[in-house]
Structures are given as structure tokens and as C-alpha cells.
Nanobody, 120 residues
Framework: QVQLVESGGGLVQPGGSLRLSCAAS????????MGWYRQAPGKERELVADISSGLKTNYADSVKDRFTISRDNAKNTVNLQMNSLKPEDTAVYYCNMYLIQYGGRASYYWGQGTQVTVSS
């Protein structure tokens, strides 16, 4: 059974940094796209950043030059380094992966979410 487990959220002051990680486990043959989404109270879930299997990255305009997404294929993990955090970055952050399991099943999977709060 596939599981995505996130870590690294918390409370940080404006201008601070946090690093989120998400590790996948459970009969995984390969992982294609990996990404991070976020959802603030009263708002829709939005893409923050994603990274392809070929290491092509894509960022929301609101986080460009502040956030960096990376992946470690050997560990089935995706990371999000967040610098110069702003109060408007406050949200629940979710990792998302499109992966193929042994046996050929391919699907998108979500993590459980981790809270990031930026406040003084």
C-alpha cells in the first residue's frame, strides 16, 4: 500500500525558512512527477511547485525565487526549501506524486498535509 509521509512544517517568523520533505513507500516501481500543493483557509488548493522525472521544475509565480523543489529518486522523496517566507504562505502543504507500482498500477497519490504558519 502506497503511503506518502510529509514532515517539516511548523511556525516561522516572516523572512524565515522551512524545509518540507515527503517520502513515499509501498511497492513503488517508479515515480514520474512530484509536486507540492497548498491550501489556505477559504481558498482552493493550488500548485506551489513540481518537478518531472527529468528534473524540469515549475513554480507558481508567487513563490519563484523563494522556494526550491528537489527530489531524491533513490529515497523516493521530494523536498521543498522555502526561504523568505511571508504570512501569505500560511497554508496546509500537500505533496503529490504520480507513481507506478510493481504490477503496473499507475496513479496520483497525496500526502496527509503539513501545516506551515508564517507569523510574528
Amino acid at each position: 500500500q502506497v503511503q506518502l509521509v510529509e514532515s517539516g512544517g511548523g511556525l516561522v517568523q516572516p523572512g524565515g525558512s522551512l524545509r518540507l520533505s515527503c517520502a513515499a513507500s509501498g511497492g513503488i516501481f517508479s515515480i514520474n512527477a512530484m509536486g507540492w500543493y497548498r491550501q489556505a483557509p477559504g481558498k482552493e488548493r493550488e500548485l506551489v511547485a513540481d518537478i518531472s522525472s527529468g528534473l524540469k521544475t515549475n513554480y507558481a509565480d508567487s513563490v519563484k525565487d523563494r522556494f526550491t523543489i528537489s527530489r531524491d529518486n533513490a529515497k523516493n522523496t521530494v523536498n521543498l526549501q522555502m526561504n523568505s517566507l511571508k504570512p501569505e504562505d500560511t497554508a496546509v502543504y500537500y505533496c503529490n506524486m504520480y507513481l507506478i507500482q510493481y504490477g503496473g498500477r499507475a496513479s496520483y497519490y497525496w500526502g496527509q498535509g503539513t501545516q506551515v504558519t508564517v507569523s510574528s
